[in-house]
Structure formats: C-alpha cells, structure tokens
C-alpha cells in the first residue's frame, strides 16, 4: 500500500509518499480503507517537533529520540472496514467508519488497523468521508476539557484561536452544552466564528480581550496567548482556564493558582474515548455538530498540506482525499 513515510524530524520535506507493507488485523483488530485523513496541529509539532516550552526531551522520549518511532504521522481517518479480527463482534466488512489513532498516529496510509474497542465509531450518514475525518481530534480535544472544566449550561465561555481544529470544534461544543460563547480570532475568520454559535466576537488584532472589563466562567486557550498571569482577571470567581496549548511552567503554577485562589488551570493532553465519538457522531447526525473544513488537498499533495498547517492560521480542518468511489 502507499503510505506517507518520514524518517527524520524536521521540515514538510522530510514526507515521502512511497509503498510499504499492507497491514493485517489482529483478532481484535479492523482494517480500515482509508477514504479521507486530515493533517493536524499535531502531525506538524510531532514532525518538526516545535512542541511547546518545556516538553522538548519528553517529546523526543515519547516519538523517539532520534528519530521517528512511528514513521506514519496522521491522527485521524475516515473510510470503510475491509476486514475484521476473529474477535471483532461490533464491527464488519463494509462498515462505514471514522477513527482517532491520536498519538499512535499511522493515518497517512491507505490502510489502518485500529483496535475495535478503541476510538471506532460508525461515520453518520449525512456526513461526507471528509468531513468525518475532522470530526474527532478537536472534537474530543474541546469535550475532554469541558469535562474537565466542568462546564455548566448557562456559563460564559471565551475560546481563543476560535477559527482552528480544536477552537472551531468548542465553540460549536460549548453552545450545545448551553454556554454563551466569546471567540476570538483574526479579522478573516470574525463571520465564520459568529456562524459557528459565538454570541461576540473579538477581533485580537483591534482588540485584547483582558482590557475590556468582561470576565468568564471558562477562557479556553488554544492559540497559546492568553495564559495565567495574563486572563486571570478576566476569569469570574470559580473560573475555570482550559490551557489546550500550553508549556511546562505553565503546568508547574497549576497546584499553586489553586491553592491561593478560587480559579483553577486545566491542562496537559486530551483523552480521545470511543464514546466521545459515538457523541460527536450523534451530534453531527442530529446536525448540532459540523467539522469546518478549511481546504482538501490530494494524497500526493501532502507536502502542501503540512506547509499549510505549519503557519498555523488553517480555519478548522485540512482535508487529505485519496482515491474512493463515492
Ligand atoms: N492538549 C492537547 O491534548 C491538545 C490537543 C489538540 C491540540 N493541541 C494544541 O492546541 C493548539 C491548537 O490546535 P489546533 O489544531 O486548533 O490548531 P490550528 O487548527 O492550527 O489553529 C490554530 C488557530 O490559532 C489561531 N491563532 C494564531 N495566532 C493567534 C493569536 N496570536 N491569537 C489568537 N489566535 C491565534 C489561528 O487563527 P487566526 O488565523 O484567526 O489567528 C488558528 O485558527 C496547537 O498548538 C496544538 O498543538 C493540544
């Protein structure tokens, strides 16, 4: 099968596009045939790895020291299951699926396996191959941090960097649970954010939301500008700062903020369960959830694609399409 192989970190151009072996599923396996995959916020820091302050040694400890681990970047998919483990009982042949292998990665290839009791979930109907590929890396990045944030219908949310993978993903998720949503992006992206669910939203190259006298229940920080020491007076009593982006000593003041204050700072990486893809299919099924996708590029354009994502001003989701029927 074809695959996107790297075998140094560094530049887009370490990617090449070229043939390796075809896998087969374990007993408890499924092999997808991948119709759609993304590249992510994550398949650019693992490849560069340009990973925030502090986490240099453990990133390289984790994806390996000098050089990939898992040559195959690539966190999500969408496609159909070709074949099934002896032991798979939840899933067949012909299914329709979508899938977040996360930091085990290997979604940039024209097969995957993936463990059937992991995060597997069947593709809503009304959902094209590319659009369920996005569903899922901010989708449960933004719900594992309102569960962890313990976000109530009825709170003040601001989200920064409201237009990315993850922002995009929590607006639309924070004003299902019932929130009043604050984004905040870039001139170009006010009109997309707004249609997203954000009630306001503040353009940060007119405005910086800390001098307006507004205060929030939950500031979600994706866009890595508005930590601690700078949004804690724009956190209400009980305030709760969802740190998606954030560096060590961001993480290392985070026992003390609680106990000097009644705020609190939320961090490190985000858990992607199954049934938090069960829900985002639901949600997108019932039409309450839509991935926004940015732009599509084919498999072999894939360069193009990380160059893209590498300046770090995508619009919700990039699309990798790869030869289908549909
Ligand atoms: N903790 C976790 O488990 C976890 C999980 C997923 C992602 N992450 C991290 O979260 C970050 C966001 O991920 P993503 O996938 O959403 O990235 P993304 O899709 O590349 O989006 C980044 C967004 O940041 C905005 N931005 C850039 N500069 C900004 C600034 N100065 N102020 C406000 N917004 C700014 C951009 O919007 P404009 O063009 O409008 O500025 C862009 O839409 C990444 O760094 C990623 O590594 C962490």
């Known amino acids: 099968m074809r695959a996107v192989v790297y075998k140094r970190y560094g530049p887009p151009e370490v990617l090449q596009l070229t043939e390796v072996e075809k896998p087969t599923p374990k007993n408890n396996e499924v092999l997808i045939k991948t119709h759609a995959t993304t590249v992510t916020s994550a398949d650019w820091r693992v490849r560069s790895l340009n990973v925030p302050v502090g986490f240099g040694f453990i990133s390289r400890l984790f994806f390996g020291v000098a050089r990939p681990r898992q040559p195959i970047l690539g966190t999500e998919i969408a496609g159909e299951i070709e074949s099934v483990g002896k032991d798979v009982s939840q899933f067949k042949a012909g299914d329709r699926v979508f899938?977040?292998?996360?930091?085990?990665?290997?979604?940039?290839?024209?097969?995957?396996?993936?463990?059937?009791?992991?995060?597997?979930?069947?593709?809503?109907?009304?959902?094209?191959?590319?659009?369920?590929?996005?569903?899922?890396?901010?989708?449960?990045?933004?719900?594992?941090?309102?569960?962890?944030?313990?976000?109530?219908?009825?709170?003040?949310?601001?989200?920064?960097?409201a237009s990315g993978a993850v922002g995009t993903a929590a607006v639309q998720l924070a004003r299902y649970f019932g929130a009043d949503v604050t984004g905040l992006c870039s001139s170009a992206n006010v009109e997309l954010v707004r249609s997203l669910g954000a009630s306001q939203v503040i353009d940060y190259t007119k405005e910086d939301f800390t001098q307006k006298g507004e205060s929030y229940d939950i500031i979600v920080d994706t866009a890595g500008t508005a930590p601690y020491s700078?949004?804690?007076?724009?956190?209400?009593?009980?305030?709760?700062?969802?740190?998606?982006?954030?560096?060590?000593?961001?993480?290392?003041q985070i026992p003390w903020v609680s106990m000097t204050s009644s705020k609190q700072v939320i961090a490190g990486p985000a858990a992607g369960r199954p049934e938090d893809l069960r829900f985002l299919a639901g949600l997108a099924e019932a039409g309450a959830f839509k991935p926004v996708i940015d732009r599509r590029y084919r498999f072999e354009q894939i360069v193009e694609a990380h160059r893209y994502v590498d300046t770090g001003r995508k619009?919700?989701?990039?699309?990798?399409?790869?030869?289908?029927?549909?």
């Open 230 to 252: 700078r949004c804690k007076a724009s956190l209400k009593k009980g305030g709760r700062l969802l740190l998606v982006l954030g560096g060590l000593p961001d993480m290392l």
């Open 315 to 326: 619009k919700g989701n990039v699309i990798i399409t790869l030869e289908r029927d549909d």
């Open 99 to 161: 899938a977040l292998s996360d930091t085990s990665m290997g979604c940039h290839a024209e097969y995957k396996c993936m463990p059937a009791d992991g995060a597997v979930a069947l593709k809503p109907p009304n959902l094209t191959y590319d659009e369920a590929a996005a569903l899922s890396f901010g989708g449960t990045t933004a719900l594992d941090f309102f569960r962890r944030g313990k976000l109530r219908s009825g709170e003040s949310v601001l989200v920064n960097g």
